[in-house]
């Protein structure tokens, strides 16, 4: 049985989030579990989220999930206001960046996406990505 799609293809905290996403080597884009998703042989990133017990809100469904260092998860997890422990991914590491907690920061959007992709893609690609400057 097919997952409900959870997002409107034309929202535009999709839009740009894809052209950050997508403008790392080999990078696509899948739905996966009616959310998309983001990545090169893993996942990097998924818009939209949801937190354990809630898995019916829409409270997340405007979010960005990615992997940052191990260092940093419990920085970012310290802000919730805009952070959040999302549901399936957060026992692996994973936090949510939420679009609709205030204005959003794309260049701190940016960085979250390329340390995930930086955690997630083969070296030979962030070799690719260093050599572009």
């Not at 949801?50 to 898995?55: A, E, L, Y």
């Not at 469904?61 to 310290?78: F, I, K, Y």
């Amino acid at each position: 049985m097919p997952h409900p799609v959870r997002y409107a293809e034309d929202d535009p905290y999709l839009a740009k989030l894809r052209d950050i996403c997508l403008a790392f080597p080999q990078s696509a884009e899948k739905a996966s579990h009616g959310h998309p998703n983001f990545y090169t042989r893993k996942v990097f990133a998924v818009f939209g989220g949801v937190v354990k017990g809630d898995h019916d809100s829409d409270r997340y469904a405007q979010s960005v999930l990615v992997l940052p260092d191990a260092g940093e998860r419990e920085a970012l997890l310290a802000d919730t206001d805009r952070y959040f422990h999302p549901a399936y991914y957060g026992p692996s590491g994973w936090v949510g960046y939420d679009f609709r907690a205030g204005d959003v920061d794309w260049d701190e959007v940016a960085e979250l996406v390329d340390t995930s992709y930086r955690n997630t893609a083969l070296i030979t690609l962030v070799r690719e990505l260093d050599t572009r400057g």
